[in-house]
Each structure stands twice: as C-alpha cells, then as structure tokens.
C-alpha cells in the first residue's frame, strides 16, 4: 500500500518556478536595458565607434524583427511582434512551471529566451523599435546589429536544442 504524501512531498510535485529561473531572466532584461541605456545616451544614430577590427558599436531602432524582418511594413508589426512576444513568454513561463527540479540546462535555456523575450519587448512597448548596436562586420560584410536581449536568445535556443537534441538521442539509442 502506499503512503499518503507529506507536505514536502507534494510541494516537490506541485508545477512552480524555481526563482533561480526568473532571476536569471530579470538579469537578462537588466543587462539588456542598461546596455541599450548606455548605447542611446553615448552613441549617435547609425554613427559607428570601432571597438575591435572586427567589432563597432553602431546605435539603430529596428521595427521589424530578427534581421530586421519586415522592419519597413508601416507600424502594425509592431502590434504583432508585441502579440508574439507575450504569447511566447506566456509559453516559455508556462513550460519553466513544468520543469524538474534539479535540471539546469533547460530551465538556464528558457530562461535566457524569456529575458531576451522581454527585453526586446520592453524596446517595443515603450519605444515602438528595439534598440540595436552591437555592430560586427568582417571585410566589409556586416552581421546585422543586435543586443543583448538577442544575444540572450540566440544562447538560449541553442542550449535549447541541444538540450532537446540530446533528449532525444538518448531516447533513440534505448530503442
């Protein structure tokens, strides 16, 4: 027969967020805003400072998406990007409830996409663009300019699915 869980117990199984998680995505939103902060007071508009050979800091407002993805629509992407935003953090929340305790690299990869979510959501409620500048180019050729906010994303999706990959590699093999 079995035992009646105990308070502890059943806390254990009950979906919550470990804080862990959503300070790791606070900090994402804090380093992100402080840098497009830093980058709006102390750089003129498409005017680039040479860091490195390889590396500007370039100040830009994207209304558009990754790679500035339907930057020139005429203002109702906006709208959309926003209603994305919200729906995918909702999601990523949702999805970090779900998450055992005791795994990191998902929660870590969650969360870096969340932080990056609202960072850049941030930019869009209040400003109608995301601030962009980091700027890097090789002979010419430019990456498009990103921030923090993306950089958190980018890091989290690959964790991701490499987290994901691996899950299923291993369900695979045990076949």
Known sequence: MTQPM??????????T????W????????????????????MLELHTPVSILPFFNLTLTYNSGAAFSF???????????????SIIVSAILIYWLRGVPRGEVRLPVALALVLGGALGNLWDRLAFGAV???????????????????????????????TTLGREHVGVSRQD
């Open 70 to 84: 339907l930057s020139g629509a005429g203002g109702w992407q906006r709208w959309l990007f926003i209603g994305l």
């Open 131 to 161: 601030t962009d500048f980091i700027d890097l180019h090789y002979h010419g050729w430019h990456w498009p300019t990103f921030n923090v906010a993306d950089s958190a994303i980018t890091v989290g999706a690959l964790v991701l699915l």
């Open 17 to 20: 967020i470990r804080i862990r």
């Open 22 to 41: 959503l300070m790791l995505a606070g900090i994402v939103v804090i380093l992100d805003q402080g840098a497009k902060y830093l980058a709006t007071t």
């Open 6 to 15: 105990t308070d502890i117990q059943r806390a254990d199984h009950r979906p």
